[in-house]
Every structure is written in C-alpha cells, then in structure tokens.
C-alpha cells in the first residue's frame, strides 16, 4: 500500500475503512500502516584539529551523524560521507 498522500511517523497505525450507505455499513479488516522514515544527516561538528598521541596537530576535520532523523523501518540510510577533512589532516597508525 503506498500513501497517496505525506505520511508522518505519527501515523503508524492499524486502519479499517469503513463504507456507509442507506442499505448499511461496512467495515474492513484493519491493516497495518507503516510509515517508512529516510535518514537525514545532522549538522557538521565544528572542525577539529587532527591529532596523533604524542605528535603536533596538523590539518581539520569535522563530522556528522545520520540522526536527524534516524532511518526507521526500513527507511533509506543516509547517502554521503560522515566526515569531511582539510588535505593536511595527518592519519594517525
């Protein structure tokens, strides 16, 4: 079943349909609706200088997460990487 119109996480739900007329009424059996939730990615962390224990700091980075929102039921995760860095930031062994 897909929506025909914007779902919300709020709407997770059984629904029946239900159908009235002068000669009666009828109900359906309910059904389960799911609401398929997209990750979406946080704001950047503020850069950060890139360091190795016991050596000098050399370059930045920053990260972000894909928590805004989270990828609920199925929902695809978030496209892209989680961390950007300057050309100089050293890697650490």
């Known amino acids: 079943m ?5 779902c919300d ?18 109900t359906s059996e309910p059904i ?7 990750g979406g990615w946080s704001q950047w962390s503020t850069w950060l200088e ?11 980075k920053r990260t972000r997460t894909c928590s805004d929102p ?3 039921y199925g929902g695809a995760p978030c496209v892209g990487p989680n961390q950007q860095k300057t050309v100089d930031c050293v890697t650490c062994p």
């Open 32 to 38: 389960e609706l799911i609401v398929y939730v997209n």
């Open 9 to 26: 996480q709020k709407d997770i739900g059984n629904y029946s349909c239900v159908a009235e007329n002068i000669a009666g009424k009828r």
């Open 50 to 60: 890139c360091r190795c224990p016991g050596k000098p700091a050399q370059g930045r």
């Open 70 to 72: 989270i990828p609920l």
């Open 2 to 6: 897909k929506c025909g119109f914007l």
